[in-house]
């Protein structure tokens, strides 16, 4: 009995251990059922239903002087990477006789962001475009305004005008989607009227051709049409603005591009508010940090940051910054590269003041800078310092050679008479240097972070450098008066 009275209640236990295994597994195995139907829906027919309405088909009508052929619309931005792919001709004649003046026509897509008539769509679907016609779900065609355009993103706003509250979709987050997540798009391919197809994104943060440029990649159907058109997440929220596809035939085979909709928010805003975009504008030119000059530059850590090449007359300049900085934090964020920093630069308010940190001479130092308004037209000026001649002289060593610079060599490079530096007058090809992108006829102004007029000046760098222990110093080059930072590796 004693022996029976001590198993009872271990039996108990262990059965009652049992269910709630079962009873967890049964919650566990629900929950990973549940995220399967998330992740696998059965049909995205009530997605569509609901979506649908906030979607538009959009036509633009242009007057066209003469029989001078135009590219069509409505496929990829001018200029764009993609455009020598899409050779066929839109449906453009709409009358006119031989030799006088005929209607051209487009297709597009675009969607209702408020119920008051504001619409997206891309800016090549309707740049150039006389007339804008919007045909809605129901089939109710209004007249369309532009309200603002920004051919960086290729973004467009239109307004209409309606006797009664429109559908409309929001703005997701594009942060969020990630790769193999279920997208949908919807628009008018091929003018085929409303048309609803389904993918998963592909990639994320494409670069095309622009500064700007945050695409998602996707293998949902995109076609000629759909440009313009809105991409979803399953949550009926739009994550970005279907612009391009790459195709060598000119129709879809899975590779379509969508601006990521975190960008296009922002560029709306400014639109809608002021009809413009209004980026903010540091004033410097920038270049990449690689392993070579982050290992020349002292007191920086890892191999990320812009390296400032030059500091014309504007925002930085006033703060301070000097040429040769490396710019490694704005306003608190951390700078990966020169493409995360001009776009984080453009996305700032203009006329907010920031904190900019730079590594310089070792050290790092915060830097107050208020943004000015970008300006893509302005001219970056350099004002170059009296020269300070020795006698001519050459340096060879590192597969290099270098001289000082005579009137007569600025002369037969082509040189301003102010120009200052050393000249490159041969490099090695078996030398690293000329891997490293050295070429006879740079002018080298600056070495190890210093101005050099001389060659006693440069020996001096290259003594303080390899003092220093680091393998490489920092050249500051000019080529055709561009600026470029290159590492010098410094080894026979």
């Excluded at 993103?153 to 309606?162: C, G």
């Excluded at 909709?261 to 209004?278: A, H, K």
């Excluded at 308004?373 to 000026?381: I, Y």
Aim: net charge negative; aromatic share 6%.
């Amino acid at each position: 009995m004693k022996s029976v009275t001590m198993c009872a209640p271990n039996t108990f236990s262990q059965m009652r251990l049992a269910w709630i295994l079962t009873g967890a597994t049964l919650l566990l195995l629900l929950q990973v059922l549940q995220t399967s139907a998330q992740m696998m829906p059965n049909t995205f027919a009530d997605l569509a239903e609901d979506i649908s309405p906030s979607v538009v088909n959009i036509t633009t009508t242009t007057v066209i002087a003469g029989r001078a052929e135009q590219v069509p619309r409505g496929i990829v931005p001018k200029g764009s990477p993609f455009e020598d792919f899409f050779k066929e001709f839109e449906d453009r004649r709409r009358g006119g006789g031989k030799g006088g003046a005929r209607r051209s026509s487009a297709l597009g897509s675009g969607f209702v962001i408020s119920a008051d008539g504001f619409i997206v769509t891309n800016n090549h679907v309707i740049d150039g475009a006389d007339e804008i016609e919007i045909e809605f779900f129901s089939g109710e065609t209004l007249t369309a305004k532009v309200i603002g355009t920004d051919k960086n993103t290729d973004i467009a706003v239109l307004k209409v005008e309606s006797a009664v509250p429109l559908p409309f979709v929001s703005f997701g987050d594009s942060d969020t989607a990630r790769v193999g997540d279920w997208v949908v798009a919807m628009g008018n391919p091929l003018g085929q009227g409303f048309s609803v197809s389904a993918g998963i994104v592909s990639a994320r943060n494409r670069a095309l051709a622009g500064i700007y440029d945050d695409y998602i990649q996707t293998d949902a159907a995109i076609n000629r049409g759909n440009s313009g058109g809105p991409l979803f997440n399953l949550g009926g929220k739009v994550v970005g603005v279907n612009t391009a596809i790459l195709s060598p035939n000119g129709g879809s085979i899975g590779i379509g591009f969508s601006m990521a909709s975190n960008v296009v928010s922002r560029v709306v805003d400014q639109l809608t508010e002021f009809g413009e975009i209004r980026r903010g504008w540091l004033g410097v030119r920038i270049q990449d940090v690689d392993e070579d000059i982050a290992e020349s530059i002292e007191g920086l850590d890892r191999v990320a940051g812009a390296v400032v090449t030059g500091v014309p007359d504007g925002p930085a300049n006033d703060a301070g910054m000097l040429q040769s900085d490396v710019i490694i934090i704005f306003d608190g964020h951390e700078v990966e590269d020169v493409r995360d920093l001009v776009q984080t630069v453009g996305n700032t308010e203009v006329g907010k003041a920031v904190d900019v940190v730079v590594v310089r001479d070792g050290e790092k130092v915060t830097l107050s800078v208020t943004l000015g308004l970008r300006d893509d037209e302005k001219l970056a000026s350099t004002g170059d310092a009296p020269v300070t001649e020795d006698a001519p002289k050459e340096f060879e060593q590192f597969g290099i050679t270098l001289s000082n610079l005579t009137d007569e060599i600025r002369e037969g490079l082509g040189l301003q008479a102010d120009a200052e530096g050393l000249v490159v007058v041969g490099v090695l090809e078996t030398s690293e240097a000329f891997k490293k992108g050295l070429r006879s006829g740079d002018l080298i102004t600056e070495a190890g972070q210093e101005k050099i007029t001389s060659i006693s000046e440069f020996e001096a760098q290259v003594a303080a450098t390899i003092d220093s222990g680091r393998k490489t110093m920092l050249l500051l080059v000019r080529r055709d008066n561009d600026p470029r930072f290159l590492a010098l590796p410094l080894q026979e």
